[in-house]
């Protein structure tokens, strides 16, 4: 069994099923590499609805949870140990121990860690579903000011790279 294998996410594979048919560019992808080609933004616009939504519903539940994202699992499970170890998971706290004992604290050892964090916060800031604070604490607020956005969300799938580039510049002023 293999953690980048989304065919063990049933709803998810459901949803994109027809985008990786044989005939498609993530169809062909391998097993493990199909859900990273679902996500690249060159795919973005190919997409089905159904498959934008329940990616981007994905993302909001591992942006939540680390626990959920075998890639940061991945690279990030040394400094997580090491420096996080008595921080629950959910409610975004791990996300928040990384980003200030790894990434603000500029730890060279987890340097793959820290460029991780960087892009999942720079996605973050791209959308407020995926940040747990602002989707939590401002519901009320987003729900009176900004109903038009929040009735639309799951249309929003941004690109990472813009998103990523910013998160990267407040790191680097935070030297």
């Known amino acids: 069994m293999q953690a980048g294998d989304m065919t063990l996410d ?4 459901e949803a994109c099923r027809e985008d990786l048919s044989d005939g498609t560019a993530c169809g062909r992808a391998p097993v493990g590499l199909r859900r990273k080609c679902l ?3 060159k795919n973005r616009d190919t997409l089905s609805e159904k498959c ?3 990616l981007f519903k994905k993302e909001v539940e591992e942006s939540e949870d680390l626990r959920l994202s075998t890639d940061v699992l991945k690279v990030c499970g040394t400094a997580i140990s090491a420096e996080c170890s008595d921080i629950p998971f959910g409610e975004a706290r791990m996300l928040m121990c990384l980003w200030d004992k790894v990434v603000a604290a500029k730890r ?5 860690c820290a460029g991780k ?3 999942l916060i ?10 747990f604070r602002v989707r939590t604490r401002c519901a009320d607020d987003i729900g009176r000011h900004c109903a038009a956005e929040k ?4 249309t929003a799938f941004p690109s990472t790279s813009s998103s990523a580039k910013r998160a990267r510049a407040v790191r680097s002023s935070s030297a």
């Open 10 to 13: 049933i709803p998810l594979f």
């Open 39 to 41: 996500l690249s933004p």
């Open 52 to 54: 934008k939504v329940a």
């Open 108 to 112: 060279e050892e987890h340097e793959e």
């Open 117 to 119: 964090v960087t892009d």
């Open 122 to 131: 720079g996605r973050q800031v791209s959308h407020y579903q995926l940040d």
């Open 151 to 154: 009735d639309r969300w799951w």
